[in-house]
């Protein structure tokens, strides 16, 4: 069953624009993780955020972690057309090693 | 280094038929997983092992999905007889178990299943 469910479920926009993912979750979670899949290929680990830290930053890359509302946003900056891909959410909870991925946003840059 | 490696990258195969899929982990990784990918269902972990050994298998559809791992550097998923509603992307993932805090899962490019 998926824990993390991404929203919007297709985003679209142009080269240099902003782009923005969200995921909300239900339980209490230790950590979440952001990932890539490029189409035809495998899921690509971007960035994990713990439960105890509220924004991380990777590049052009920002996400951050709302516990109390249980949701997470990605920010790509001035995104590109090889930001193009699908991405997911994925959230560890309890005593879990497991991380347990969405749905995922799939995400078009146009150049 | 190497990542996963996933073969057969593409199958096709009739009704029926076996199929065998084959993973190679991450050296070094003790935590192994299979995961199907559908557009309908998304994401479905499978079963995964750790230290080789089946842990959690309550994601496998059915009796004719197995898994094994015979030892740390080799898996297989095999489905036995094949149906058209198995075809999916597989993927095999692995990791180094991590702990709760963080677990990085590296995904191999998967295989992509057609049964006709």
């Known amino acids: 069953s998926q824990q993390g469910e991404e929203d919007p479920q297709a985003l679209s926009i142009q080269e240099g624009e902003n782009a923005t993912m969200n995921c909300s979750y239900k339980?209490?979670?230790?950590?979440l993780q952001w990932y890539r899949q490029n189409s035809g290929r495998g899921l690509v680990h971007l960035i994990l955020i713990r439960s105890n830290e509220r924004e991380k930053h990777s590049g052009r890359l920002r996400v951050t972690l709302d516990t109390s509302k249980k949701s997470s946003s990605l920010l790509i900056t001035a995104s590109r057309a090889a930001d193009t891909a699908s991405y997911f959410c994925a959230t560890q909870s309890g005593g879990s090693y497991i991380p347990t991925f969405g749905r995922g946003t799939s995400l078009i840059v146009h150049p | 280094d190497a990542g996963v490696i996933q073969s057969p990258r593409h199958e096709v195969t009739e009704m029926g038929q076996e199929v065998t899929l084959r993973c190679k982990p991450i050296?070094?990784?003790?935590?192994l997983f299979w995961y199907r990918q559908t557009m309908m269902r998304g994401l479905e972990l499978l079963i995964y092992f750790n230290n080789n050994v089946p842990i959690d298998d309550s994601g496998m559809p059915e009796d004719r999905f197995s898994a094994k791992m015979p030892n740390a550097s080799f898996s297989t998923l095999k489905i036995q007889p094949s149906e058209p509603r198995d075809s999916a992307v597989y993927f095999c993932a692995s990791s180094s178990r991590g702990s709760v805090a963080g677990n990085t899962i590296y995904f191999g490019e998967g295989s992509w299943l057609t049964v006709v």
């Open positions: 050296s070094g990784h003790n935590s």
């Open positions: 339980t209490s979670i230790n950590n």
